[in-house]
C-alpha cells in the first residue's frame, strides 16, 4: 500500500500524517488523528454524519480522500467549543432536546454552522434547505431546526 | 406543554419533583460535542476485522465449505466455521424459557435465508477480511424455498426449520396463541352488521444511522472486554455465555450508547462471534455492518396478515370480534414467537366487546428472521384495528370517533383476556384528541368519564 504524507490544520492544530493512498478523511480523523466526531453512518455519502468543514466549505468526509487535503483548513465538532464553552449552536442543541441518539448530532452541527456562518439570520425553509443532506433516524427533525433558529437568534442578539 | 390538571384531579397527588418538570438530557454535552464514545469509537492497536460469508441463496443445503485459498490470503488470521462454536444452535429468548433453540451462530449443514452468516473471516484489514471471504467456497444444494404465510402453513410445504418440525411456532396453547371470550359465534348471529377486512403488512428496516456492531478486546486471563450497540445487554450477555459456554464472569459488556436501534439492536447477533475471534487469535476484533448488510440482513419488523371479522349494532356496539394473526418470522424465531402472543392479547383493541375469538399465528419463511421493532406484534394490528373501525362507522353511517366512545373500555370493564380495566383515560384522551383536532362530538360523549366507580 503507498503512503502519503497528508498535511492539514485540524480544529486549529497541525497535523502530519502518512496516509495510506485512497483512504477517506473520515478514516484519517478517526482512526489515525484519534477525533471520532465525524461518525460513519453509510460511508456513501447519503447520512451526512461524517461533515466536516474543509476551507469553509461542508464537505462528506467518507467522500474525501485525505490526501487531497493537504494545506487544508479543516473544523470538526470536537473542536466548536472553545474554552470549553459550547458554541451557541452547542447551547442550542443542548437545552432545544435537539439531539436523541446522538449519532447525527455532530454532522448536524456542522450544516448548520456553515449555514450561520454564510446567513446568520436564516429562514426556516433555509434552515431545513441546509439539513437536508443529513439524516436524523430518531425524528428529531423538529427540535434540530428550531435549535438552529434558536443559535441564530442569539448570534444576532449578541451582535447587536 | 400544558398539562390538563382537571382530569382525574381527586387521583392525582401534585406535589412531585420530576413528573411534568422538564429535565436535560444526561447524555447531551456528550452529543454536541462528538465526545460520546460509540462503540465503533474504540480502537485498539492490532485490532482485527471481521466479514462474514454470507449465504446467496433462500434455502439450500451446505455440501462443503472450502476455506484453503482464502486462509492464504494476505492479512488473513483466522477463518471460523459452525465447528468452531461451542454452542452454535441456539435462541435469544432461552432465557426466559421460550425455546427450542433453532437458530445457528454460522450455519451448519443447511441455509435458510438468503443472507444467513456461514462463515467469519478475520483479517488485519477490513478490505482483507473482504477479499479473503470472497475466496471462501461453499457449495450449495439448493433447496425449494417459501415466502409466503399461508403457503408455510400448507402441507407439504418445504419444512422451514427442523428444529421446530413444522412452519410455525408451537404454544403450549397449540399452533397459535389464543384468546377465548364469550361466545363469538352468538355475538355474530345477534349482530344487524358484519365485517371481515385482511390487512397486510410488508417488513420495515429500522434503518439506524449507526449500524450494528461490536469491539471486543482481550483483557488476558481469558478475559473479554465487548464494546456493543447492542438494546438488551443482559439477553446479550447472557447469551454469549451460552454460546460461547463461557461463565459471565469472564466477559465484560459495555454498552448504553446506541447510534438509534428503534429496536433492530437487541438480537444477538455480533457479539458472540466476534468475542470467538478474539479468543482465538488474543487480538482486539471489530465487527460492524456495512450499511449494505444493515439494509439486507439485519432483522426487520415482521410482515404480518391480520384477519378481523366484526359484528356490529346499528346503535355502534360492536358485540362480536374474530381475529386471526400472522406473524412472518423469517426463518428463525428470534423475537417473533413473542410478538405473535402480543398480537393476540392487543387485536380486542381498546374496546369492550362482549365475545372475542382470537388466533394468533408465528409462521416461519425462508426470509430475513424478523424480530423486535417499536411496539412489534401490535402496531401493524392499531394500523388493522383502526382502520377497520373506521370502515364499521362509515358501514352503520355513524361518526367513527363517536363510534369510538361508544366501544372504549372503561374503568372495570373486563377485557377479553380477563384483566379488569383499571386506569383507562382513554375517553378522556378522545376528549382531548376531538378538541385538538376541532372534530367535535356530541356532548354526551364529552360528558363521559373513563372513571366510574362501581360500573
Known sequence: MVKVPVQFTLNGSEKAELIDSGATLLHALRDKIGDTSPKGGCHQGTCGACSVIIDGELRLSCLTLAETCNGAVIRTTAGLAEGGVLHPLQRAFLDAFATQCGFCTPGMIMAAKVLLDRTPNPSREEVVEALSGNICRCTGYEPIIQAVLTAARANSQNVA | ?455
Not at chain 2, 58 to 81: C, F, N, Q, W, Y
Not at chain 2, 89 to 108: F, K, N, R, S
Not at chain 2, 252 to 264: A, L
Request: hydrophobic share 35%; charged share 25%.
Open chain 2, 1 to 455: 406543554m400544558e398539562l390538563r390538571k382537571s382530569y382525574f384531579a381527586d387521583q392525582r397527588k401534585d406535589g412531585l419533583h420530576e413528573i411534568g418538570q422538564g429535565r436535560p438530557r444526561l447524555d447531551s454535552p456528550g452529543h454536541v460535542t462528538g465526545k460520546t464514545a460509540y462503540f465503533a469509537d474504540r480502537n485498539f492497536p492490532g485490532m482485527l476485522h471481521l466479514k462474514m460469508v454470507r449465504s446467496p441463496h433462500h434455502h439450500a443445503r451446505i455440501r462443503s465449505i472450502d476455506i484453503s485459498e482464502a486462509e492464504k490470503h494476505p492479512g488473513v488470521m483466522k477463518i471460523l466455521t459452525a465447528r468452531d462454536v461451542p454452542h452454535n444452535v441456539y435462541t435469544i429468548l432461552i432465557l426466559i424459557q421460550i425455546g427450542p433453540e433453532d437458530e445457528t451462530v454460522l450455519a451448519d449443514g443447511k441455509v435458510r435465508w438468503k443472507g444467513e452468516a456461514v462463515v467469519a473471516v478475520l483479517a488485519e484489514t477490513e478490505r482483507a477480511a473482504q477479499e479473503a471471504a470472497a475466496k471462501v467456497k461453499v457449495d450449495y444444494e439448493v433447496l425449494p424455498a417459501v415466502f409466503d404465510m399461508e403457503e408455510a402453513l400448507k402441507p407439504g410445504a418445504p419444512l422451514v426449520n427442523e428444529y421446530h418440525g413444522q412452519n410455525h411456532y408451537l404454544y403450549d396453547s397449540g399452533e397459535c396463541r389464543k384468546v377465548r371470550f364469550g361466545d363469538v359465534e352468538a355475538g355474530f348471529a345477534e349482530a344487524d352488521h358484519i365485517l371481515e377486512q385482511t390487512y397486510q403488512s410488508s417488513p420495515i428496516e429500522h434503518a439506524p444511522t449507526e449500524t450494528t456492531g461490536c469491539v471486543v478486546a482481550p483483557e488476558g486471563n481469558d478475559r473479554f472486554t465487548c464494546y456493543t450497540n447492542t438494546q438488551a445487554m443482559f439477553f446479550t450477555l447472557d447469551n454469549a455465555s451460552i454460546i460461547l459456554q463461557m461463565p459471565g464472569s469472564k466477559l465484560h459488556f459495555v454498552g448504553g450508547t446506541v447510534g438509534g436501534g428503534f429496536g433492530g439492536k437487541v438480537d444477538v447477533i455480533v457479539e458472540p462471534i466476534a468475542i470467538l475471534g478474539a479468543k482465538f487469535t488474543g487480538r482486539p476484533v471489530c465487527f460492524i455492518y456495512s450499511r449494505e448488510e444493515e439494509m439486507q440482513i439485519s432483522s426487520p419488523r415482521a410482515a404480518e396478515k391480520v384477519v378481523i371479522k366484526d359484528g356490529v349494532m346499528k346503535d355502534g356496539r360492536i358485540v362480536a370480534r374474530k381475529v386471526t394473526g400472522y406473524t412472518d418470522a423469517g426463518a428463525y424465531s428470534r423475537h417473533s414467537p413473542y410478538g405473535a402472543q402480543k398480537g393476540a392479547a392487543h387485536y380486542p383493541g381498546p374496546y369492550t366487546i362482549p365475545n372475542v375469538w382470537i388466533d394468533t399465528y408465528c409462521v416461519y419463511t425462508n426470509r430475513t428472521p424478523s424480530s423486535a421493532m417499536r411496539g412489534f406484534g401490535v402496531t401493524i394490528g392499531d394500523f388493522a384495528l383502526e382502520v377497520q373501525m373506521d370502515k364499521l362507522a362509515r358501514l352503520i353511517g355513524m361518526d367513527p370517533l363517536e363510534f369510538r366512545f361508544i366501544n372504549a373500555y372503561r374503568d372495570g370493564d373486563m377485557k377479553a383476556h380477563r384483566q379488569p380495566t383499571e386506569g383507562a383515560a382513554l375517553i378522556e384522551c378522545m376528549q382531548e384528541a376531538s378538541r385538538a383536532a376541532n372534530w367535535p362530538v356530541a356532548e354526551k360523549y364529552m360528558a363521559m368519564s373513563s372513571y366510574r366507580k362501581g360500573g
